[in-house]
C-alpha cells in the first residue's frame, strides 16, 4: 500500500503523559500536513511542513505540542505533559507541489485519561 | 472562526435518489474546493474538487457546483448508492495558503 500510513491508530494515555504520533506520507509528496479532529467537527489544520521545513502552525498548536520532519520523509508529532483535552484524532496528510489535494492516512486516535 | 459552514449535520435519502449537500464559506480569499468522504475508523477521501474559475465540475456520479457570488457550493450524488452512507466534509483553501478550512461534515445515511 503506498498511501499515507499513521503509526499508532490508537493510543490511550495518563494525563500528564508525554506520546508521539508517526506519520509516512505518499514517497513523492513534498508536503505533509498534521490536522486534528474532534467528535461533530471537522478537521483542524496544525502545521505544515515542505520538505523538512515547518513553514505554518496554527494557534492550536501550543508550546506542548511540536512536530518535526528530519529529512523531509516521515513526521513525528509530539504532545508533552497531555491534558484530557488533548484527546482527538490526529490526521496526517500529503500532497505533491502545487497539488490542493491532500491525502490523508487513517489517523491516530489518542484517548487521554 | 468557522470560514466554512455545513448547516445540515445529517441527511436521509433512498437509494437511487439525488443526494444533495449544501456548503457555505465566508472567506473570500478561497479559491479552490474540496469535497472529502469518510468512513468510520478511516481517515478523509478526496471525492471531486472545483477551482474558482469554474462554476461546475463532474466526475460520474458526482458533481460539485460552485456559486461564487453566494459563497455557496454543494455536491450532487446521482444516482445514490448505499455505499455512499458516509460522512462528507466540505474544504477550502487559499492558492497562497496550502492548509484546508474543513465544514463539520454532513452524515449521509442511503436507504434500500
Known amino acids: 500500500d503506498t498511501g499515507v500510513s499513521q503509526d499508532p491508530r490508537h493510543k490511550i494515555t495518563k494525563r500528564g503523559q508525554n506520546v508521539t504520533f508517526r506519520c509516512d506520507p505518499i514517497?513523492?509528496?513534498?508536503?505533509l500536513y498534521w490536522y486534528r479532529q474532534t467528535l461533530g467537527q471537522g478537521p483542524e489544520f496544525l502545521t505544515y511542513?515542505?520538505?523538512?521545513?515547518?513553514?505554518?502552525k496554527s494557534r492550536l498548536l501550543s508550546d506542548r505540542f511540536s512536530a518535526e520532519r528530519p529529512k523531509g520523509s516521515f513526521s513525528t508529532l509530539e504532545i508533552q505533559r497531555t491534558e484530557q483535552g488533548d484527546s482527538a484524532m490526529y490526521l496526517c496528510?500529503?500532497?505533491?507541489?502545487?497539488?490542493?489535494?491532500?491525502?490523508f492516512g487513517p489517523g491516530t486516535r489518542l484517548t487521554v485519561l | 472562526d468557522q470560514q466554512v459552514k455545513q448547516n445540515s449535520p445529517s441527511l436521509s435519502v433512498q437509494e437511487g435518489r439525488i443526494s444533495i449537500l449544501n456548503c457555505d464559506y465566508t472567506?473570500?480569499?478561497?479559491?479552490?474546493f474540496l469535497w472529502y468522504k469518510k468512513y468510520p475508523a478511516e481517515g478523509p477521501t478526496f471525492l471531486i474538487s472545483?477551482?474558482?474559475?469554474?462554476d461546475k465540475n463532474e466526475d460520474g456520479r458526482f458533481t460539485v457546483f460552485l456559486n461564487k457570488s453566494a459563497k455557496h457550493l454543494s455536491l450532487h450524488i446521482v444516482p445514490s448508492q448505499p455505499g455512499d452512507s458516509a460522512v462528507y466534509f466540505c474544504?477550502?483553501?487559499?492558492?497562497?495558503?496550502?492548509?484546508?478550512?474543513f465544514g463539520a461534515g454532513t452524515t449521509v445515511t442511503v436507504r434500500a
Open positions: 474544504a477550502a483553501s487559499d492558492f497562497n495558503d496550502y492548509k484546508l478550512s
Open positions: 472567506n473570500s480569499m478561497f479559491d479552490y
Open positions: 496528510a500529503s500532497s505533491l507541489g502545487a497539488d490542493n489535494e491532500q491525502f
Open positions: 511542513f515542505q520538505n523538512e521545513a515547518q513553514l505554518e
Open positions: 514517497s513523492e509528496h513534498n508536503r
Open positions: 472545483i477551482s474558482s474559475i469554474k
